[in-house]
């Protein structure tokens, strides 16, 4: 479904992708993992048109979009869930959500998704007609997840989705993407809780500054204790 090949990314002089190369396959749950600044983000970033590699390829579905504008990814069957949320704070749950499904034109399927967000997210439908930025963190992300399944995807992009919340509301936003993947959505997890995200996936990829260190079968890599000191920190 998702191929990287050789991938190099910059940000001005300052390389943060050196050849990255992985594959995701429709059906799977792929983690990436590695310390601050390994580029996990930047691979991301890259693959949704935030920003564009200067060598490699990226396909989708067989088709290339390292080209294409970060709309036009979005329309193909891609859906990023950025780190931090990044939701509109001025704007209600609701007109958030509506926001997500910008690009369809299916009113119906719309409404649809709209009714299954608000049914999967008990929180959001109490909240629907408040301003997104007065919820809580777990709200926020749950908001954050909820507006990127608006667009329909066929492969969701979560960056750091546990990133400052509580234990408890980690273990539901663990249940959520869970029920996600198991609904038949293809996900790429990029996670900073290493045990969370290799305890999600099947497979993983683990880089390091910006390079692939390591990949292969997600149990195999929790248990390689060398592995996690080197690349992990633990």
């Given at each position: ?6 991938v190099h ?58 080209r294409q ?166």
């Amino acid at each position: 479904m998702l191929v990287l090949d050789n991938v190099h990314a910059r940000y001005g002089s300052v390389n943060a992708l050196s050849g990255v190369s992985m594959t995701v396959e429709p059906g799977e749950l792929v983690a990436l993992v590695g310390a601050n600044g390994a580029g996990k983000s930047t691979v991301l970033r890259t693959v949704s048109g935030l920003m564009r590699p200067h060598l490699g390829t990226i396909t989708f579905n067989k088709a290339r979009i390292d080209r294409q504008s970060a709309s036009e990814i979005v329309k193909l069957g891609i859906a990023h869930c950025p780190e931090e949320r990044k939701i509109w704070p001025q704007m209600t749950v609701e007109e958030n959500l509506e926001m997500g499904a910008y690009l369809r034109r299916d009113k119906a399927g719309i409404a649809a998704t709209l009714a299954k967000m608000l049914d999967r997210f008990p929180r959001l439908h109490e909240r629907r007609r408040q301003m997104a930025g007065t919820l809580s963190g777990g709200e926020q992300q749950m908001l954050a997840i909820a507006r990127a399944l608006m667009s329909a995807p066929q492969l969701v992009m979560f960056d750091e989705p546990s990133l400052g919340l509580s234990p408890i509301l980690v273990q539901e936003v663990v249940a959520i993407i869970r029920d996600i993947y198991k609904d038949g959505v293809t996900v790429l997890l990029v996670e900073q809780n290493v045990n969370m995200a290799l305890r999600l996936a099947s497979r993983a990829y683990v880089l390091e500054t910006g390079r692939v260190a390591v990949s292969g079968d997600s149990r195999d890599l929790l248990k390689d204790d060398s592995l996690l000191k080197a690349y992990l920190g633990g």
